[in-house]
């Protein structure tokens, strides 16, 4: 395999506060890779700087051999590295599959495709709808985003990071506030729509991280901690520290 994404010497410091130390990472082409660590332990952090949603202090970035360290989160995004947040991001007032079209429309690259008549945005229609089936909601084209469950908002945001066909996904706790029945759904789904990408994702269900990663890196303190499939860091008696320490089970 070959490295997707890696990071070397990674830093980020806040007037003094160290939030993330010297975190050397590396998520192999193909691979699902989890970032997990009990509270505190510069999680997001480091997931907003890989995304390019902070600057490191030090340390280099590349994505797929390319230097992005210095490159903004919306470059970055055109090349095929895509993200996504704790709180759902979708257009409450658009049905699904609109919401599915605009993601598609800035693919394109042109702005004005938003002021476009209904006539011409209906060529994207049919690969829209694709991508909802893709992520099971058939069922909801024509249901505007706002009346949909929390889960299945979860999975039309999946839906619209997928119209922009990205090589790379990064999934901001994508099992945050679900129900089980939701985090059973979303975890199919992300297996489903890994073949043929790299998926990094920070989570703190650690039985979706054990059912669902290749392999896993474990901060605290702003540092690597361990690394290795869940067998491995799951019996890392730093890592059992870190998390009972911590106040976790």
Sequence with gaps: MSAMLQASGLTKEFKGFVAVNNVDLTVERGTIHALIGPNGAGKTTCFNLLTKFLQPTRGTITYD???????????IARLGLVRSFQISAVFDDLTVLEN?????QRRRGDSYDFWRSEVVLAQYDEEARGYVESVGLGDFLNHRAAELSYGRKRALEIATTLALEPEMLLLDEPMA?????????ISALIKRISEGRTILMVEHNLSVVADLSDRITVLARGEVLAEGDYDTVSKSPDVIDAYIGAGHD
């Design 177 to 185: 506030g679900m129900a089980q029945a939701d985090v059973d759904r």
């Design 65 to 75: 051999g390319r230097d992005i360290t210095s490159m903004s989160a919306a470059d």
């Design 100 to 104: 599915v079209r605009i993601a598609m």
